[in-house]
């Protein structure tokens, strides 16, 4: 049988006092066999707040059988913390990322009797394979603390959500632009309240790309870009070369929708 949470007839002792005004509840708990389950039901059970009084302290006071006990609820006058909540805090870096390219934006140099003119921009090649370099690129990384009551956490949607992608507009970022990196959190003691930080990163969609003469790309944000060379040969400086023949943009993360995101 589900447990019952009855109110004492001697209940509701209240202190007027116009600085710190209080009050208890005495309850009796039935058909409860241990603690936990005493403290649930008096928590949900009893009033948030009474006569502009919240709810402070739940106290078993005393077991008085196997299944029933005796229960004392606390109120006080609020304070700033209950009244007010906590702003947002945002924090923000723009140092950007890394990423390994095979394909130079121009070659402003050539130099030597076999430097060919035909290589599209491939970057490193070596006769074989075309090596390509690492580069910085614009990364916005940021982070949002948010306190949160037990029923606006989602720890859940939180985790399913990390390592995916806006599937529509979020935080002023288009689809496809912000990468949820996941959330970390604790409880703050003094209001109950969680504080819960939010990490993300942008990275811009782009259109126009150009990749030798191949033209007309668009890509993602956080969709992967890679290039497929094949064997040619620059009649010219009379050297083998590897030209880029296709492009291929590869979706690498879920594109989930964020709204129940802060």
């Not at 947002?88 to 070659?107: N, R």
């Not at 140099?109 to 614009?138: F, K």
């Not at 990275?203 to 993602?220: E, F, R, Y």
């Amino acid at each position: 049988m589900a447990g019952q949470l009855v109110e004492l007839f001697a209940s509701r002792t209240e202190v007027i006092n116009a600085e710190r005004p209080s009050a208890e509840f005495l309850y009796m708990a039935h058909g409860c066999v241990d603690e936990a389950e005493v403290r649930t039901l008096a928590l949900n059970g009893s009033p948030a707040t009474y006569n502009g009084m919240v709810k402070r302290t739940v106290e078993i006071a005393e077991r008085l059988s196997n299944d029933t006990w005796k229960v004392v609820v606390r109120y006080d006058a609020p304070t700033v913390n209950d009244e007010q909540q906590p702003e947002p805090v945002t924090s923000f870096d723009f140092t950007g990322g890394t990423q390994h390219i095979t394909q130079s934006l121009a070659t402003v140099g050539r130099y030597g009797p076999s430097a060919s003119a035909q290589l599209g921009g491939a970057i490193g090649y070596d006769g074989e394979n075309v090596a390509g370099c690492d580069i910085t690129v614009p990364v916005y990384n940021w982070q949002e603390t948010h306190y949160l009551s037990d029923a606006q956490l989602n720890q859940w949607l939180y985790y399913a959500l990390t390592g995916s992608v806006n599937n529509a507009p979020f935080k002023g970022f288009a689809a496809g632009e912000v990468l949820f990196l996941g959330a970390s959190g604790q409880k703050r003691g003094q209001d109950g309240k969680w504080e819960v930080t939010f990490k993300y990163a942008a990275s811009p969609n782009m259109v126009n790309i150009q990749v030798g003469s191949i033209m007309g790309i668009a890509k993602k944000g956080w969709e992967y870009m890679w290039v497929q060379y094949a064997d040619d040969v620059d009649a010219t400086a009379k050297v083998k070369i590897k030209k880029p023949t296709a492009v291929y943009i590869e979706q690498v993360y879920e594109m989930l929708n964020f709204a129940g995101l802060p």
